[in-house]
Each structure stands twice: as structure tokens, then as C-alpha cells.
Nanobody
Framework: QVQLVESGGGLVQAGGSLRLSCAASGRTFSNYVMGWFRQAPGKEREFVAAISWSGSATLYADSVKGRFTISRDNAKNTVYLQMNSLKPEDTAVYYC???????????????WGQGTQVTVSS
């Protein structure tokens, strides 16, 4: 099992930046593909970004490509999501997830954090 704890969410103005962190424990962090998802009230949870276990490959949703950057530091058991040029439509609860395959589908991820709120004001 893996425990994931997100942090770094908050309130930011449109055009601003925010960096989310996800600390993992319970198993070897480097064994897992890591992903970020988000969910706005009343909407389906959607894929944001993923990174391979080695960090050599990344995947982004079209809506965030060029603005968000996912990275990981296996020595620190931490994955990051750097969010730049934030838009009001980025407002959501952001979840960190761990899985065995680098895919956008939520069913490919087995472990989830509790989420951290990101609010972008206009």
C-alpha cells in the first residue's frame, strides 16, 4: 500500500503560479507511475498529468500542456506539479495518484491522496 499526501494548494489570482507537492510513503516510491488529477464541484475527475517511475516520460492533458509541469524526486519520495499561467477554469481539488501504468484513465491508478484545493480567482 501507498499513502499519498498532497500539499501546496491555495488561492491564487489568474495568471499566477502554484506548486503542488505529493509526499508518498508506505512502499518504494520509485516503483510507481505518478499522476495528478483534478475535480471541480459537480464534475468528473479528470486527468492532468502523469510521470513514469523513472521520470523519463511525461503525459499532459491538452488543457494544461505548456502551462503545467510534472516532476518527481524519487530520493525524496515526492512528485510535484508546477502550475503556471493559472486560469479560473483550473479551479478544482487536485489529487495525487499512484499506479502501475502511465495512462490518463483513472482506473489505472490504485492509490489516491485526499486532495488539495486550488482556487484561481478572476
Amino acid at each position: 500500500q501507498v499513502q499519498l499526501v498532497e500539499s501546496g494548494g491555495g488561492l491564487v489570482q489568474a495568471g499566477g503560479s502554484l506548486r503542488l507537492s505529493c509526499a508518498a510513503s508506505g512502499r518504494t516510491f520509485s516503483n510507481y507511475v505518478m499522476g495528478w488529477f483534478r475535480q471541480a464541484p459537480g464534475k468528473e475527475r479528470e486527468f492532468v498529468a502523469a510521470i513514469s517511475w523513472s521520470g523519463s516520460a511525461t503525459l499532459y492533458a491538452d488543457s494544461v500542456k505548456g502551462r503545467f509541469t510534472i516532476s518527481r524526486d524519487n530520493a525524496k519520495n515526492t512528485v510535484y506539479l508546477q502550475m503556471n499561467s493559472l486560469k479560473p477554469e483550473d479551479t478544482a481539488v487536485y489529487y495525487c495518484a499512484a499506479g502501475s501504468s502511465m495512462r490518463a484513465a483513472i482506473e489505472r491508478y490504485d492509490y489516491w491522496g485526499q486532495g488539495t484545493q486550488v482556487t484561481v480567482s478572476s
